[in-house]
């Protein structure tokens, strides 16, 4: 299994957020490629990181921040979401260094133009499915829609994306245990890989994930908290947790 720490960015800060919620961010780091720096060393293949900031306004944001990374980083896989609305910014985030974007609200509202980048870049483009009871949240989760996670994973994997990106939002920053049964059933629906997110709170939650057939996961709170040491970064990437 591959264990992909993320790094949250809000006004060129490292932060995490519970549930999305803006107004009471939790400071993690003032330097984010230390941090990145931190994470290759233990032994990262790829690492996960928000524009808070770009989520929540609809527009990029924290370039410097996401350049630190990627210098400290070098040769890993990057991977970024938050505020990628239109294909010019997906382009601009590629052309920077970061290998795959991530969009959320773009897949449900508009689904030609992620089907556009995919056919530019089959390789570089994640859609990630949030979810809250059953039903996909948009605009930095601030909006919630009637379409049903399952309907979005399956269109994104038509479409031949890199990965689906599903996240429990009931569960991000809770440290309560991942959706693991949701996870799963999307991972049977579609041929993309499925990344877990949310609510991963130790090596115990990343082993009911790769026994239900889940091949990536991304780690958060547990690994700034240290209820996950480093060393599981590498461990799992190498099958001996």
């Known amino acids: 299994m591959i264990v992909v720490p993320a790094i949250d960015l809000l ?11 803006y107004d009471a961010p939790r400071w993690i780091d003032d330097d984010p490629g230390r941090l990145a720096r931190r994470f290759a060393q233990a ?5 996960h990181v928000v524009d808070l900031d770009g ?3 609809g527009r990029p944001s924290n370039l410097e921040a996401v350049r630190r ?11 970024l979401g938050g505020g990628i ?3 010019e910014v997906a382009r601009q985030w590629w052309e920077h260094g970061v290998e795959r974007v991530v969009l959320g609200t773009a897949a449900v509202e ?6 556009a980048l995919v056919g530019e870049r089959p390789h570089g483009v994640v859609v990630a499915v949030d979810g809250r009871a059953g039903r996909v949240a948009t605009a930095g989760w601030r909006r919630q829609s009637e379409k049903p996670i399952e309907a979005l994973a399956r269109e994104a994997d038509g479409w031949g994306v890199a990965a689906i990106l599903y996240t429990c939002i ?5 440290a309560n245990g991942p959706d693991v049964e949701t996870t ?11 990344i877990a997110s949310g609510g991963i709170r130790n090596e115990e939650d990343l082993r009911r994930l790769r026994d239900a057939g889940i091949r990536e996961a991304i780690v958060g709170r547990a690994l700034y908290d240290g209820t996950m040491t480093l060393d599981a970064i590498g461990r799992f990437a190498a099958g001996r947790p």
């Open 11 to 21: 006004d060129g800060r490292v932060v995490r957020l519970r549930q999305g919620n």
């Open 43 to 47: 032994g990262a293949s790829r690492l």
């Open 55 to 57: 989520a929540r306004d």
């Open 69 to 79: 990374i990627l210098d400290a980083a070098s040769g890993l896989l990057v991977q």
């Open 85 to 87: 609305r239109t294909a």
């Open 110 to 115: 508009r689904p030609d133009l992620v089907r």
């Open 170 to 174: 009931d569960r991000d920053g809770e």
């Open 184 to 194: 799963a059933a999307l991972q049977r629906e579609v041929r993309a890989t499925v």
